[in-house]
């Protein structure tokens, strides 16, 4: 079946570094990827997302690029800041007779001063 | 504005009591569905709808009950609750082949 691998974290890092949270893919057809974001006490909202190969999404300051060659889509900042402190999931739909959002596991990142 | 409203946000029960959580969107989305969100978990999926009268089982349906009369709303309907179905539950929509929308959250607990 489909699957999505994260690492759960926590991720700590100080202000104004460089983010990377990894994410690859299994999937029967050909997904969607998208990443979202959970702040605390909140739902899930969509950050990002990129329905072909090679399509990079972005959104915030955030990017990621849609590998098909390595089956990943790996979410990049340049500089975070505080208020990124959240729980962010990589999730893919593969469409088609049943739609399921396939989610990761959530990696969970702090964001020190 | 385009959303998905959860309700209650918290609710605190009693095991074997019968409680239905609501949700409705009016994006007029064919797709509903509901996860719940437990530690190391992540979001595993409960059920499923992809239209009115349309309904089928997610990954982890022991349990909950779900209907779809009207496409706009798709409650969760526990029969007789059990602690181990503490967890926070979401709702979301979409449309086929898109992006989720998700509600606010609903935290369950049952003693």
């Known amino acids: 079946g489909d699957s999505v691998t994260q690492m759960e974290g926590p991720v700590t890092l100080s202000e104004e570094a460089f983010l990377t949270i990894n994410c690859t893919y299994t999937?029967?057809?050909?997904?969607?990827l998208f990443w979202y974001v959970q702040y605390p006490g909140e739902g899930l909202q969509l950050l990002l997302k990129?329905?072909?190969?090679?399509d990079k999404g972005s959104n915030k300051g955030f990017e990621a690029t849609y590998r098909k060659e390595t089956t990943s889509f790996h979410l990049e900042k340049g500089s975070v800041q505080v208020s990124d402190s959240a729980v962010y999931f990589c999730?893919?739909?593969?469409?088609?007779?049943?739609?399921?959002?396939?989610f990761g596991i959530g990696t969970k990142l702090q964001v020190i001063p | 504005e385009a959303q998905v409203t959860q309700n209650p946000r918290y609710l605190i029960t009693v095991t074997g009591k019968k409680l239905t959580v609501t949700c409705s969107q009016n994006?007029?989305?064919?797709?509903m569905s509901w996860y719940r969100q437990d530690p190391g978990l992540g979001l595993r999926q409960i059920y499923y709808?992809?239209?009115?009268?349309?309904?089928d089982k997610g990954d982890v349906p022991e349990g909950y009950k779900v209907s779809r009369k009207e496409k706009r709303n798709f409650p969760l309907i526990l029969e007789s609750p059990s602690p181990n179905q503490t967890s926070l539950y979401f709702c979301?929509?979409?449309?086929?082949?898109?992006?989720?929308?998700f509600g606010q959250g609903t935290r369950l607990t049952v003693v």
């Open positions: 999937a029967t057809g050909y997904p969607s």
């Open positions: 994006m007029n989305h064919e797709y």
């Open positions: 709808s992809m239209n009115v009268e349309v309904t």
């Open positions: 990129a329905t072909k190969a090679d």
């Open positions: 979301a929509s979409s449309l086929v082949g898109r992006e989720a929308f």
């Open positions: 999730a893919l739909i593969v469409s088609g007779g049943y739609q399921k959002v396939t």
